[in-house]
């Protein structure tokens, strides 16, 4: 089955700053790859994602990479404000048909500091 | 954006007790609800796949008696736990599909069992 590895598990920047969170998956097949945040106590939101015909996906300060050779993406998140604190959780999923479970990563813990 | 509720939000039972969880899609056909289990600071842990109208396929590890799904509806998947012991105080959560990729989650439910 699919196994998915996320790093760091904290990162602490200075308001302002990039932050890059890094996963990797096993299962080749996956090819919906989406990004949550959850804030303490919330649900997990979805912040992006990207399908594997697509390489590369932005919005606005968040970015999203797919390497499928390599078998990893990556989130870019651009001049980070504390609002931007909070858990984030990459996924990764094989969406055929009605077969569509996610596999989520162990989550970040991104800390931003005014 | 497509909103998915849960009920209860919170629920102390006592050991030995069985506790049913209702997850909700308010405005759109989820055919497909997920239900996972967060402990506190890790990630989601996918519990089942529940389909409408068939049996709920459960993840290797997850014991499919005492944690019963039933996906009655196009709206409406339950979670009971029966015969809960404090092992499985938990943060549940559940999520909807619509007919694109991406899952809604819901607002969870933390059990607590005495």
């Known amino acids: 089955g699919e196994n998915v590895e996320q790093h760091p598990s904290t990162l602490s920047v200075q308001e302002g700053d990039s932050a890059v969170i890094k996963c990797t998956y096993s299962?080749?097949?996956?090819?919906?790859f989406p990004w949550y945040k959850q804030e303490l106590g919330k649900r997990p939101q979805l912040i992006i994602d990207?399908?594997?015909?697509?390489g590369e996906k932005k919005d606005q300060r968040i970015a999203v990479t797919l390497n499928k050779t390599a078998k990893h993406f990556s989130l870019h998140i651009t001049e980070t404000q504390p609002e931007d604190s909070a858990v984030y959780f990459c996924a990764a999923g094989l969406f055929s048909g009605g077969y569509n479970k996610l596999i989520f990563g162990a989550g970040t813990r991104l800390a931003v500091h005014p | 954006g497509a909103v998915v509720s849960q009920h209860p939000s919170w629920v102390i039972c006592k050991s030995g007790t069985s506790v049913k969880i209702e997850c909700r899609s308010l405005d759109f056909q989820a055919t497909t609800m997920f239900w996972y289990r967060q402990f506190p600071k890790q990630s989601l842990m996918l519990m089942a796949t529940s389909n409408e109208g068939s049996k709920a396929t459960y993840e290797q590890g997850v014991e499919k008696d005492k944690f019963l799904i039933n996906h009655a509806s196009l709206t409406l998947s339950t979670l009971t736990v029966t015969s809960a012991h404090p092992e499985d105080s938990s943060f549940y959560i559940c999520?909807?599909?619509?007919?694109?990729?991406?899952?809604?989650f819901g607002p969870g439910t933390r059990l607590t069992v005495t």
């Open positions: 299962d080749s097949a996956s090819n919906y």
């Open positions: 990207i399908r594997s015909n697509v």
């Open positions: 999520s909807a599909r619509d007919l694109t990729y991406e899952q809604y």
